[in-house]
């Protein structure tokens, strides 16, 4: 490819369509058909140009700032990041962080805070409406925030950790609703009504949310 043309990376599979998408690097990743040419790939990334443009304005934008000082909010609460010693941890309004690897420190706090969070969560929803929970995972999982298996496991992703508490309260509803009817029929949402009325207006905050997915 020449300077002029976006590189990217190409996914073949026995699919019949394209996608496209942008991770939290920056890199373009196409997935094709396993018969599309180059040049009609080519054609599709160009023709998505200016979409990768404002994606990844968007997630270098959105990427959280990671040095002293900085504020970073988990589930609703600010917390100042400072300098520590050891492990990651959280202490009265503050997220201490080593010096080196603080991707990683973070992570590590975050699986523990959506662990605790999630799981009070789901404990408050059952205690008040019966439902029958499993079991509580937390993943690492980025397609999606949360889900629900036939046994009535609930699993997480640790990056509910930097939604609102009402965006992580509507996941934990939507999943525990699941436990009762694992598809998305008027029924299910009816269900989900009931228990929080304005999840429509929630539901939609979670798509411009959804830029978190790739910041770690």
């Known amino acids: 490819m020449n300077e002029e ?3 990217y990376t190409l996914i073949r599979s026995a699919r019949k369509t394209f996608s496209l998408s942008v991770n939290g690097e920056g890199e373009v990743v196409v997935r094709a058909p396993r018969g599309a040419g180059k040049d009609a ?9 200016r979409w990768i443009a404002k994606r990844r304005a968007l997630l270098a934008q959105a990427k959280p700032d990671l040095s002293d000082g900085a504020l970073i909010k988990l589930y609703g609460v600010p917390y100042i990041i400072a300098r520590g010693h050891g ?3 959280l202490s009265g309004g503050m997220l201490f962080l080593p010096a080196e690897e ?3 420190a973070l992570t590590a706090i975050l699986k523990k ?3 605790a969070y999630m799981t009070a969560l789901v404990r408050e929803y059952v205690a008040a409406y019966g439902f029958r929970c499993a079991a509580v995972r937390i993943t690492s999982a980025r397609g999606r925030w949360g889900s629900c298996n036939e046994k009535g496991a609930i699993s997480f992703s640790f990056r509910t950790a930097f939604l609102s508490e009402a965006q992580a309260r509507y996941i934990a ?7 009762r009817q694992l598809d998305h029929s008027p ?3 009816q269900a989900v009504g009931k228990i929080m009325p304005d999840y429509a207006a929630v539901r939609a ?8 997915m790739y910041w770690l």
């Open 41 to 49: 790939v080519d054609a599709f990334v160009l023709q998505h140009e």
């Open 87 to 89: 492990r990651a941890r």
């Open 173 to 179: 509803v939507h999943e525990l609703c699941h436990t």
């Open 187 to 189: 029924a299910f949402w």
């Open 5 to 7: 043309k976006i590189a």
């Open 205 to 212: 905050s979670l798509r411009a949310a959804s830029v978190v």
């Open 102 to 104: 603080r991707e990683a």
């Open 113 to 115: 805070r959506a662990r």
